[in-house]
């Protein structure tokens, strides 16, 4: 991740409005072919891991083709988020997304996630498509195959796009640039909200909160989405950029990454504050740190929510290993191996707890509670960075189970990595803490449980035991027995 120069904020306070406006669906809706089977390898790329029937969802993939038109800047993409687009040319294009549903329609939350897949590996990767929470709501997940690299890989000897992984399956798709992206990602999602394309890939099921999401790399471009394009396209509920570390993606040709260690362009800005929808940005301590240096940080308004999650790092271990897991299945390559000394604090948890909220939100005007920041201090009085404890954690933030019950100190960023580090504490710390592991071990429980009833922790059921099983049998050092 690029670390941008400081600046300094006016933040905006935004206007509260009584009732939320009405969602447009008119505008291009594409052509829908499906849902896809077959192709050399019989499944599709990126495929829930494991059994999808086994939790009652149905997992299909659909063609989607079009006209996609491109955006260009009137004047600069300012620090304030406020940017004006005007369309510019268009282009035909072929993409796909891959729809999770409930097999009982009675099971419907009436949620539709709708994730911008992440193509930074020169492959698409989705941070959202397993969190159990969204399954155990009912709730409808979309992924969205928004980008050229995504389809076609990097431009690289050997890529491992969509086109190069099952050419029998894929062999047809095409974005030509990725200036299409932003409208290619809108027409999927009025696809979904439209009663034809209910009928073509939602089974007939009906959304009534749509939430644009996306992670890291595509968590920029949902951020310069919710800046840029929201307020001309006016189709999703709810935007939600994660780890973005107030970096956005850029809208013209040749602004993004299409070759392996050469970054693309981003700009560093601020979410607008006259939208007229929810926007919630969930960042890890990692991009904490960015913020609190870019001078970015944002306050909560009926509209607006930032959520910090202490200890964890861009690419966690867990989260690593989730990815791994689908990589060694698909058969494509790890960019690096699974490092054993990661952050072990997960936030999609979080992220996963964060949806809950969301239909609330939208139609009653409830927004989330409001969560502690991490705390800062100063270095030589001007450079701020955050602060940590006497246990070596951050202080402030949301925080999970592993901070409230610390086995190891949890850092976010080290160097330029973006796994961050645990450092286990010594035996004699253990025993000092924990004096039994069964001390440690209700001492989870009931962390795990607050954690719950804070409504900031989307695991139901994985408390006491079962979330030191789940979570632990990765990270956790002995304790005292």
Known sequence: MKLSTAFVLLIQSISVLASPPRRQTNGPIPTVEGPVTGGQRGYPFLAY?????????VEEEYFLSGTATRYDPVGNLTLDGKWTLQPSTSSTYKTRILVHRPRNSARFNGVAIVEWI??????EISFGGDAPGLYEDGSIYVLVSAQHVGVSGYTVTNPIGLNQWDPERYGSLNIEDDALSYDIYTQAARLIKSAQGQRQVLCGLQPTTVVAVGGSQSGGRILSYTNGVQPLANVFDVTMP???????????????????????????TNVRTDLRVPVWTINSELEASVTILLNTRQPDTSLYRLWEVAGGSHVNGPIYQTLIQKMNRDGVPPPEPADPTASQV??????????????????????????????????????????????????????????????????????????????????????????????????VTAASQAALRGNY?????????????SSGGSFLVAVNK
């Open 118 to 123: 992440n193509v930074s590996f020169g492959y």
């Open 242 to 268: 994660l780890l973005a570390a107030s970096n956005g993606a850029g809208f013209a040709i040749n602004d993004s990454q299409n070759q392996e260690g050469v970054p693309g362009f981003s700009v560093v």
């Open 457 to 469: 922790f989307g695991l139901s059921g994985c408390v006491g035991d079962s979330y030191c099983a």
């Open 49 to 57: 891991f494991g059994d999808i029937s086994r939790i009652g969802y």
């Open 346 to 443: 997960n936030w999609l948890p979080v992220v996963d707890a964060a949806f809950r909220y969301l239909p609330a939100w939208v139609h009653q005007n409830i927004p989330p509670p409001s969560k502690p920041l991490i705390s800062t201090t100063l270095i030589n009085g001007t450079i701020p960075i955050l602060e940590r404890g006497a246990d070596g954690n951050v202080i402030g933030g949301v925080r999970m189970p592993e901070l409230r019950v610390p086995i190891a100190e949890y850092i976010g960023l080290v160097g330029t990595s973006l796994n961050g580090e645990s450092i286990p504490y010594n035996s004699s710390t253990l025993a000092q803490l924990y004096p039994t592991h069964q001390d440690y071990v209700n001492k």
